[in-house]
C-alpha cells in the first residue's frame, strides 16, 4: 500500500491529510511544534483562563475549499453562520454604520445593502455599485500591472469611499498596504465574495477556540485510518537519489516508509532542509505581521460579534464577551513596538471610536504574528509555484503555493487539496 508522508500541520498539512486519510491512502504526519496547526491555533490565557486565539480567523461563503474540509472532517457545527451578509462598522463619533443584505433575491439584496449604507452620500454609493457591477467585465490583463490603489484610483473611488469600505476589505484580506498589493488578486477576492451567489457574500465565524473548532476534529479524523500523527519533531534533512526523496531524517526519528510527501510548511522553512534550486522554484516572498489585541474588560458596551472601524489605525473589534480581540492588520511597523506602546494605541483608539473606557480595561494580551502572512504583490503572481516539483514524488503545499488567493485558510486548504489529489493522480498511473 503506497504510503504518504506529510510535513507540517497548518491547515495546508491537515487538509491533504485528511483527504488521503479518507481515501484510505495511509499518511504519516509530522509536526515541529507540540501544538498543531500551524498559524491556525487556540490556547488557555494563563491569567484569565479564557482560551483565544493566536490570532483571528474570519472564513466566508465563498471559501468552498475550507468549507469543504471542514465538512470532510465533521466540524460544521463548530462554526456561526450568517444568512445573508451583514458587517458593522465603527467612526470616530462612536457613530455605527453597517451593510446588511435583507432578504431579498441575490444580487439585488447586495446591492441594496450598499445602497443603505449611509456613511456614503449618494454619488459615492453609486460609485461603489457601479465599480462591482463592472467585475464581471474586466479582464484580468488589464490588471496585471496595476496594485490595488491605482486600480480603485482608475474606477474613481474617492478618499471617503476607500477609507469608509474598501481598506476595511483591502488591508483584512491581504495584509498589505494598496500600494504593494496586485489588483489581479483582489479583483478574484472581489469575484469570489460579490458573483459567487447570497451565502458568498456571507461571513462564517467559529464558535470556539481555532484548535476546538477546526483543529482538534481534523486531527481526531486522522486518527481514524491507519495513519499518526507525531508532534515536536522538526525535519532537518532531505536525502535525494534519482530525484526522489528516499529518506528523511529529524530531530528524532529516520523516516523511509513512505513512496510521497508532501511539504506544508512556510517556504522560509522549507528553505532550511532543501534548496529552491533544488526544488525548480524562483520564488521569493517578503511577509506581513498582524497584531491580535486581547483585553479583558469588567464591562462589555459593544453588543455585535465584530466590527469594522472607519478610518483607524485598528481594523477590527471581535466581541469575546467577557473580553474583546482588536486586529491590526500591514503591522510591520508595529512589530518592533513594546506591549505598553500597542496597548496605548489600542486604548486611544478604542476612546474615540467606542464606549470603552481605559479604566474598564483589566487587562490585555498582545500577540505578534511577524510572518503571519506573504505580501501578494505583483511579483507573487508569477514566482508562486505549482504543487509539483523537480522531485519527482514531493509535492507543495501552503498558501503561498499558486492557488490565485492571498495568504488566507482558503488559500491554504486549496493547496491542501491540489497537493492530495497530485498524490492519488500518481498513484491510480503508478
Given at each position: 500500500m503506497k504510503r504518504c508522508l506529510v510535513i507540517g500541520s497548518g491547515i495546508a498539512g491537515l487538509t491533504a491529510a485528511s483527504i488521503l486519510s479518507s481515501k484510505k491512502i495511509p499518511v504519516t504526519l509530522i509536526e515541529s511544534?507540540?501544538?498543531?496547526?500551524?498559524?491556525?491555533?487556540?490556547?488557555?490565557?494563563?491569567?484569565?483562563?479564557?482560551?483565544?486565539?493566536?490570532?483571528?480567523?474570519?472564513?466566508?461563503?465563498?471559501?468552498?475549499?475550507?468549507?469543504?474540509?471542514?465538512?470532510?472532517?465533521?466540524?460544521?457545527?463548530?462554526?456561526?453562520?450568517?444568512?445573508?451578509?451583514?458587517?458593522?462598522?465603527?467612526?470616530?463619533?462612536k457613530e455605527e454604520y453597517s451593510i446588511k443584505a435583507p432578504n431579498f433575491f441575490y444580487p439585488l439584496n447586495l446591492l441594496l445593502s450598499v445602497y443603505n449604507y449611509d456613511t456614503l452620500n449618494l454619488t459615492e454609493k453609486f460609485k461603489f455599485i457601479g465599480f462591482l457591477l463592472k467585475l464581471p467585465f474586466i479582464s484580468k490583463k488589464s490588471l496585471v500591472n496595476l496594485t490595488v490603489r491605482?486600480?480603485?484610483?482608475?474606477?474613481?473611488?474617492?478618499?471617503?469611499?476607500?477609507?469608509?469600505?474598501?481598506?476595511?476589505?483591502?488591508?483584512?484580506?491581504?495584509?498589505?498596504?494598496?500600494?504593494?498589493?496586485?489588483?489581479?488578486?483582489?479583483?478574484?477576492?472581489?469575484?469570489?465574495?460579490?458573483?459567487?451567489?447570497?451565502?458568498?457574500?456571507?461571513?462564517?465565524?467559529?464558535?470556539?477556540g481555532l484548535s476546538e473548532s477546526i483543529i482538534n476534529p481534523a486531527i481526531s479524523f486522522i486518527k481514524k485510518y491507519d495513519s499518526e500523527i507525531i508532534s515536536s519533531d522538526t525535519v532537518k534533512k532531505i536525502i535525494i537519489e534519482d530525484e526522489r526523496i528516499v529518506e528523511v531524517k529529524s530531530e528524532q526519528s529516520i523516516y523511509k516508509n513512505f513512496d510521497y510527501i508532501i511539504s506544508a510548511i512556510?517556504?522560509?522553512?522549507?528553505?532550511?532542509?532543501?534548496?529552491?534550486?533544488?526544488?525548480?522554484?524562483?520564488?521569493?516572498?517578503?511577509?506581513?505581521?498582524?497584531?491580535?489585541?486581547?483585553?479583558?474588560?469588567?464591562?462589555?458596551?459593544?453588543?455585535?460579534?465584530?466590527?469594522?472601524?472607519?478610518?483607524?489605525?485598528?481594523?477590527?473589534?471581535?466581541?469575546?464577551?467577557?473580553?474583546?480581540?482588536?486586529?491590526?492588520?500591514?503591522?510591520?511597523?508595529?512589530?518592533?513596538?513594546?506591549?505598553?506602546?500597542?496597548?496605548?494605541?489600542?486604548?486611544?483608539?478604542?476612546?474615540?471610536?467606542?464606549?470603552?473606557?481605559?479604566?474598564?480595561?483589566?487587562?490585555?494580551?498582545?500577540?505578534?504574528?511577524?510572518?503571519?502572512?506573504?505580501?501578494?504583490d505583483k511579483n507573487s503572481l508569477y514566482d508562486r509555484p505549482n504543487s509539483r516539483t523537480k522531485i519527482k514524488n514531493l509535492f507543495l503545499a501552503g498558501d503561498w503555493t499558486d492557488t490565485g488567493l492571498p495568504s488566507t485558510i482558503e488559500s491554504a486548504a486549496k493547496s491542501g487539496r491540489i497537493a492530495a489529489e497530485n498524490v492519488m493522480n500518481e498513484i491510480i498511473n503508478y
Open positions: 511544534s507540540p501544538k498543531f496547526g500551524g498559524r491556525t491555533y487556540s490556547f488557555k490565557d494563563s491569567k484569565s483562563g479564557d482560551i483565544i486565539d493566536n490570532g483571528q480567523h474570519i472564513l466566508m461563503g465563498c471559501y468552498d475549499e475550507t468549507l469543504s474540509f471542514i465538512k470532510l472532517i465533521g466540524a460544521e457545527n463548530n462554526f456561526l453562520y450568517q444568512k445573508n451578509l451583514g458587517i458593522n462598522f465603527l467612526s470616530k463619533e491605482e486600480w480603485l484610483e482608475d474606477g474613481n473611488q474617492d478618499e471617503n469611499l476607500v477609507k469608509s469600505f474598501w481598506e476595511i476589505l483591502y488591508v483584512g484580506a491581504l495584509n498589505t498596504s494598496p500600494d504593494n498589493a496586485s489588483a489581479v488578486i483582489f479583483y478574484e477576492i472581489l469575484l469570489r465574495i460579490f458573483f459567487k451567489g447570497n451565502f458568498a457574500s456571507t461571513i462564517i465565524l467559529p464558535k470556539y512556510p517556504l522560509y522553512a522549507l528553505e532550511k532542509i532543501i534548496s529552491k534550486e533544488s526544488l525548480g522554484i524562483k520564488t521569493d516572498l517578503s511577509y506581513s505581521t498582524i497584531l491580535n489585541i486581547q483585553i479583558w474588560l469588567k464591562e462589555n458596551p459593544l453588543k455585535e460579534k465584530f466590527y469594522g472601524l472607519i478610518d483607524s489605525q485598528l481594523h477590527w473589534i471581535f466581541n469575546k464577551g467577557s473580553h474583546i480581540n482588536v486586529v491590526v492588520s500591514n503591522a510591520n511597523n508595529y512589530s518592533e513596538k513594546t506591549d505598553q506602546e500597542i496597548i496605548e494605541l489600542a486604548i486611544n483608539e478604542l476612546e474615540k471610536y467606542t464606549y470603552i473606557k481605559r479604566e474598564l480595561i483589566i487587562n490585555y494580551r498582545i500577540i505578534k504574528e511577524k510572518r503571519a502572512t506573504f505580501i501578494p
